[in-house]
C-alpha cells in the first residue's frame, strides 16, 4: 500500500502504545492512592489527583472505575513506589521513577536497561541533588487572566507558571511549586473552582545539560529502554 500507508500506522502503533503505557501508569497511581487513603475521591484527595491523570490521558470512565474497584479487592496488587538513578551517556544524569509489585525484578530491568543503553546505575543519592522534587498542574488556559492567577497564587507556593503545547499541539498552562506546597497550591485552585487537567510530583532538574544531536539521541535511546518497562512510571533527566 505505500511508503506513506506504513509511515502512518507505525504512527498509529507508536500512539497506542503511548496510551496503553499511559492507562498502565495512572492505573498504578489509582491503585496506590486506593491502597493508602480508600477508594472514595470525596475523602482521598491523592486519588483524586489520580483520576484527574487518568482523564488526562483520555482513560475512559469505565476504565477508571474498573481500576479503583479492582484495586479495593482483597486480592488487589500491592505496589510501592522505587527509585533509581544514575547517568545516560555523556554526563547526563538520569532519575527513574517506579511502581513495582516485585521489588527484585525491577532493579534487574532498571539496571540492564542502564547497561544496554551505555550508561551506568549508581545508587540512591547519586544523582538525586541534581533535581529538585515539585508539584506539577496543569490547567486548560482558556478563560484564564494569568497575570492575576499568578499573583493569586504565590501566596499559595507558587513559583513557575509558564504557556506550553503537548505533543499534539494542545495548549496548557504550567503550575510548579514546592513539593512541601503541594496541597495549598492544590486547596488555592479548588476554591477558585479550577480543576487541573493534571496534577502530580515530579523531580525538575537543577541545571540543563546540551549536546550534539548525536550525543542526545545517544540518552534518549537509554531513556526510551527504561520507559518501555511496564515497572517504570517516570523518567527524568537534565538534557536540554
Known amino acids: 500500500?505505500?511508503?506513506?500507508?506504513?509511515?502512518?500506522?507505525?504512527?498509529?502503533?507508536?500512539?497506542?502504545?503511548?496510551?496503553?503505557?499511559?492507562?498502565?501508569?495512572?492505573g498504578k497511581e489509582i491503585a496506590i492512592a486506593v491502597r493508602a487513603g480508600g477508594d472514595n475521591p470525596?475523602?482521598?484527595?491523592?486519588?483524586?489527583?489520580?483520576?484527574?491523570?487518568?482523564?488526562?490521558?483520555?482513560?475512559?470512565?469505565?476504565?477508571?472505575?474498573?481500576?479503583?474497584?479492582?484495586?479495593?479487592?482483597?486480592?488487589?496488587?500491592?505496589?510501592?513506589?522505587?527509585?533509581?538513578?544514575?547517568?545516560?551517556?555523556?554526563?547526563?544524569?538520569?532519575?527513574?521513577?517506579?511502581?513495582t509489585n516485585?521489588?527484585?525484578?525491577?532493579?534487574?530491568?532498571?539496571?540492564?536497561?542502564f547497561k544496554k543503553g551505555n550508561g551506568n546505575m549508581g545508587t540512591n543519592g547519586s544523582v538525586g541533588f541534581l533535581f529538585e522534587r515539585m508539584g506539577s498542574f496543569k490547567l486548560n488556559?482558556?478563560?484564564?487572566?494569568?497575570?492575576e492567577l499568578e499573583l493569586e497564587l504565590i501566596d499559595h507556593g507558587l513559583e513557575q507558571?509558564?504557556?506550553?503545547?503537548?505533543?499534539?499541539?494542545?495548549?496548557?498552562?504550567?503550575?510548579?511549586?514546592?513539593?512541601?506546597?503541594?496541597?495549598?497550591?492544590?486547596t488555592a485552585l479548588d476554591e477558585r473552582g479550577l480543576e487541573p487537567t493534571s496534577a502530580e510530583t515530579e523531580y525538575v532538574p537543577n541545571n540543563l545539560l546540551e549536546l550534539p544531536e548525536e550525543q542526545a539521541d545517544e540518552v534518549l535511546k537509554l531513556?526510551?529502554?527504561?520507559?518501555?518497562?511496564e515497572d517504570v512510571q517516570r523518567v527524568f533527566h537534565n538534557l536540554a
Not at 141 to 147: A, H, M, N, R
Not at 165 to 178: N, S
Not at 179 to 184: I, L, T
Request: proline share 4%; glycine share 6%.
Open 102 to 113: 516485585n521489588p527484585t525484578r525491577t532493579v534487574a530491568n532498571v539496571r540492564f536497561a
Open 141 to 147: 488556559p482558556e478563560g484564564l487572566d494569568l497575570e
Open 223 to 229: 531513556v526510551d529502554l527504561l520507559e518501555q518497562d
Open 1 to 26: 500500500m505505500g511508503r506513506m500507508f506504513e509511515k502512518r500506522k507505525a504512527t498509529m502503533f507508536k500512539r497506542w502504545d503511548r496510551m496503553a503505557k499511559a492507562f498502565t501508569r495512572v
Open 42 to 99: 470525596d475523602y482521598n484527595p491523592v486519588l483524586r489527583r489520580a483520576i484527574q491523570n487518568a482523564r488526562a490521558v483520555n482513560m475512559p470512565k469505565d476504565k477508571i472505575e474498573s481500576a479503583i474497584h479492582k484495586a479495593s479487592g482483597a486480592d488487589a496488587e500491592v505496589y510501592e513506589t522505587v527509585t533509581y538513578e544514575g547517568y545516560a551517556p555523556h554526563g547526563i544524569a538520569v532519575f527513574v521513577e517506579t511502581a
Open 161 to 186: 507558571l509558564e504557556q506550553d503545547e503537548d505533543e499534539d499541539g494542545g495548549a496548557f498552562v504550567l503550575l510548579r511549586c514546592a513539593f512541601e506546597d503541594f496541597n495549598n497550591l492544590q
